[in-house]
C-alpha cells in the first residue's frame, strides 16, 4: 500500500493526483450548493467574453479617432473620428472574431469529433482526468524500477502522462456519448402556449372552481387544471377550448368545443 502510494505522490501521477482532488472539491461544492455544474465551463461565457472585447475596442477606437480629430482640427475631426471608428470597428470585429475561433474552434472540434458536445466541461474533465490518473498510477506501478533515472526518466514519465491523457480523453468519448441525452435541456414553454388549444375533460363536469382535463404537447400527455361557466355541457370525455389563463389562480378558462 505504501508503494501505490509513493507512486501516487510521485511524478508523474501526482499531476493527476492534485486535479483529481481539485475535482472532487468541485464536485463538493457543487452538491453542497455553492457553485453550479456549469461555472468553469468555457464555451458558456464565451460569447461574453467577445462581445466584452468588441465593446472594449469599439470604445477605444472612438476615443482615438476623436483624438485625431482634434490634433488635424475642428474641419477634419468629423472625419478623422468616423475614420478611425470604422476601422477600430473593422479591427475589433475581426480581432474578437479570430481570438473566439482560437479559443474556441481547437477544443470544440474535438469535443465534437469525439461526441462530447453538449456534456458540460465539468464532467467531461473530471471523466478525463480519473481515467488519466488510473491510466497513469497503473502504468508506473508496473514500472517501477524499470525505468532509468536522470533525465531519461523525466522524459519516459512525461510521455507516459501524456499517453494516459490521451487515453483518458479516448475513454471519457466512450463512456459518456450514451449520456448526452442525460444533459440535454428542453426549454419550458409559456402557459400562453396552451391557449387555442383543445383538451379532453378527464372530470365529471367542469365549474368555476373544479375541473381537470388532458391535453398534448408535442406527444406528451399534459393533466391540467381548467375552470368554465356553471352553465357549460362540460362533462368526462368532452373536448373543451382553451381561450385563457388566469395566473392568480393558475387555471385555464375553457368553453365547450364542437369539432368539425
Not at 469529433?113 to 498510477?137: E, F, Q, R
Amino acid at each position: 500500500m505504501s508503494e501505490y502510494l509513493q507512486v501516487l505522490l510521485a511524478f508523474p501521477t501526482v499531476v493527476f493526483t492534485v486535479l483529481l482532488g481539485i475535482a472532487l472539491c468541485y464536485w463538493l461544492m457543487v452538491i453542497l450548493g455553492a457553485m453550479d455544474i456549469d461555472s468553469f465551463d468555457p464555451f458558456h461565457h464565451l460569447d461574453g467574453a467577445v462581445d466584452g472585447a468588441l465593446n472594449a475596442a469599439d470604445g477605444a477606437a472612438e476615443a482615438a479617432g476623436k483624438a485625431a480629430g482634434e490634433v488635424v482640427g475642428h474641419a477634419v475631426e468629423g472625419a478623422a473620428e468616423a475614420a478611425g471608428k470604422a476601422a477600430g470597428e473593422a479591427a475589433g470585429e475581426a480581432a474578437g472574431k479570430a481570438a473566439g475561433e482560437a479559443s474556441s474552434g481547437g477544443a470544440l472540434g474535438l469535443m465534437t469529433t469525439l461526441g462530447l458536445k453538449g456534456i458540460p466541461c465539468s464532467v467531461t474533465g473530471t471523466v478525463v482526468v480519473m481515467l488519466a490518473w488510473a491510466a497513469c498510477a497503473m502504468a508506473m506501478q508496473a514500472l517501477t524500477g524499470r525505468l532509468p533515472g536522470g533525465w531519461v526518466f523525466t522524459a519516459l514519465a512525461t510521455a507516459i502522462s501524456l499517453a494516459a491523457l490521451m487515453l483518458g480523453v479516448l475513454g471519457a468519448a466512450v463512456l459518456l456519448q450514451p449520456l448526452r441525452p442525460v444533459f440535454q435541456t428542453k426549454g419550458a414553454r409559456s402557459v400562453s402556449a396552451f391557449v387555442g388549444k383543445t383538451c379532453t375533460v378527464t372530470t365529471g363536469e367542469v365549474t368555476e372552481t373544479f375541473g381537470q382535463a388532458e391535453l398534448f404537447d408535442d406527444e406528451e400527455a399534459l393533466l391540467v387544471q381548467v375552470r368554465s361557466d356553471p352553465s357549460n355541457e362540460l362533462k368526462k370525455g368532452s373536448t373543451a377550448l382553451i381561450y385563457d389563463h388566469d395566473p392568480k389562480r393558475e387555471v385555464f378558462l375553457v368553453v365547450p368545443h364542437e369539432e368539425d
